[in-house]
């Protein structure tokens, strides 16, 4: 019970300040007072602080409540409506983007280079799991034809003899090559602009310079799939900058349709540690339904092909391959945490072969282990009922005296090792958390300072 504090006002008027417990009902409460004093009744009425302690435990279970129910709100993760209202915008930013070139009278020269459009791609996580470079999408409208478009195709060598290494014509087996692909493709010097050979790409190419220069002078890079490891190896990073990355040309199809095919297309890179990612889908040739319609098929096949998903994508830029202007059509603050990156079918079944076991006796183990192998040569002891790992042979196991190999593995020490790295690891997800709540704290500082900064400026626009 808390103690209330009731004024008593006696004869003489002096106030007598007395603590008097409160209690839950009105009471009235009698004081014998001195003789002189009067006997005096006061009335306290119900404390209202109990009753706000009362109320303030149910206020604060309804926050709460509310609070989980947003929590839960917002772990709920709609693929298909985030995937829509990107589409939404990018059917606002495209017109704006064409407008601000028709604005601002830029008279280039290569409008179909340096208008081209791009979606600028960023990724929560790197991908970690995956196996091919780059997957081939084709466009349901492109800007590209044989008439705009430079081509060069890169072939093998016909001739692998000695003399034909240190012959000093070296377009000599490219005119071969011209005449057979005329006669087994029907192609001819419409269908590209320069063809080379192998020999021929490593022997004019070979400095920087030169690779950056034959990365710049076309437009598209086709290669036979027979040399395409090696091509792609001795070109580098020149091409990999440039977005001039050779096609695979199969010579058992037709070079018509593989040409018409990639003339039609785009790629999305899907390699390792990719985090940030560029994808072209067309140019202001062609009108804004058909830059909305490239974007659309895109978008799909990146919430196929994203490592983790559509939950990977951080945030989704509409921009010229200038770079400005750059317009957001999709952005997501959600942590990189929630992201979870599964390997692919293909890695799976790499990663089976290669941890396959083949498990056999061993005649110097004891009864009940056995001994298993994988394909790289590593070995471990398990057990033949549940096929669990045993340290064998540890210091407490028997050896002789004159044997070299003595025993090293102390299951005690293993075992501490095993809890200190645990230790370790969750300190260092605990310092990625407070380093993810820091950046947030400090992009809302950002915004906040920001929106003041507007609403001043616009407070002085209104006075003025």
Same mark, same amino acid.
């Given at each position: 019970m808390k103690l209330r504090t009731a004024r008593v006002q006696t004869k003489k008027g002096d106030a007598v300040a007395k603590k008097v417990k409160a209690p839950k009902r009105k009471?009235?409460?009698?004081?014998?007072? #001195?003789e002189e004093d009067e006997l005096q009744v006061v009335e306290l009425e119900e404390s209202e602080e109990e009753e706000e302690e009362i109320e303030e435990p149910k206020k604060k279970q309804a926050k709460t409540e509310e609070e989980v129910k947003a929590k839960e709100g917002k772990k709920e993760f709609d693929e298909q409506e985030r995937l829509q209202n990107a589409k939404e915008q990018a059917r606002v930013a495209l017109p704006t983007i064409r407008k601000y070139f028709e604005n601002i009278g830029d008279k280039s020269l290569f409008p179909e280079i340096d208008q081209q459009l791009q979606l600028n791609v960023v990724y929560k996580k790197p991908n970690t799991k995956s196996v091919g470079a780059r997957k081939v999408i084709t466009l349901p409208c492109s800007s590209r034809n044989l008439n705009n478009t430079t081509i060069c195709i890169i072939m093998p060598d016909l001739d692998q003899s000695e003399a034909a290494r240190k012959d000093v014509d070296v377009s000599k087996q490219a005119r071969e090559w011209q005449a057979k692909l005329e006669q087994d493709h029907a192609i001819t010097n419409k269908h590209y602009s320069l063809l080379l050979t192998h020999r021929q790409l490593k022997r004019e190419y070979s400095q920087y310079k030169e690779k950056r220069d034959l990365a710049n002078a076309y437009d598209m890079f086709l290669c036979d799939a027979r040399v395409f490891k090696s091509v792609k190896s001795f070109l580098g990073k020149e091409f990999h900058r440039a977005h001039r990355v050779p096609f695979i040309l199969r010579y058992e199809l037709p070079f018509v349709n593989q040409? @018409? #095919?990639? %003339?039609? @297309?785009?790629?999305?890179?899907?390699g390792n540690f990719v985090h940030r990612l560029c994808v072209r889908?067309?140019?202001?040739? %062609?009108?804004n339904a058909d830059l909305v319609s490239n974007v659309d098929t895109i978008l799909t096949a990146l919430a196929k092909l994203a490592p983790g998903g559509w939950r990977n994508v951080r945030r989704i830029d509409v921009q010229p391959v200038g770079g400005k202007p750059s317009l957001p059509i999709y952005t997501d603050e959600g942590s990189a945490n929630d992201v979870v990156i599964e390997a692919s079918k293909t890695l799976k079944?790499? %990663?089976? #072969?290669?941890?396959?076991?083949?498990?056999d006796e061993c005649n110097t183990l004891p009864d009940g282990l056995t001994l298993a192998i994988r394909k790289n040569g590593k070995t471990r002891v398990i057990k033949e009922d549940d096929k669990k790992r045993v340290l064998y042979p540890t210091i407490h196991d028997e050896w002789r005296s004159g044997e070299t190999m003595k025993p090293k593995i102390n299951?005690?020490?293993?075992?501490? #090792?095993r809890k200190r790295r645990a230790i370790e690891k969750k300190k260092r997800a605990v310092a990625a958390k407070r380093r993810e709540t820091d950046k947030t704290k400090e992009k809302l500082k950002k915004v906040a300072e920001k929106m003041k900064k507007k609403a001043a400026v616009s407070k002085a626009k209104k006075t003025a």
């Open positions: 009471q009235p409460v009698e004081e014998e007072m #001195k040409i @018409s #095919k990639y %003339l039609n @297309s785009t790629e999305i890179p899907t889908f067309g140019d202001f040739r %062609l009108n079944r790499r %990663l089976e #072969k290669r941890n396959a076991e083949v498990i299951p005690v020490k293993v075992e501490a #090792k």
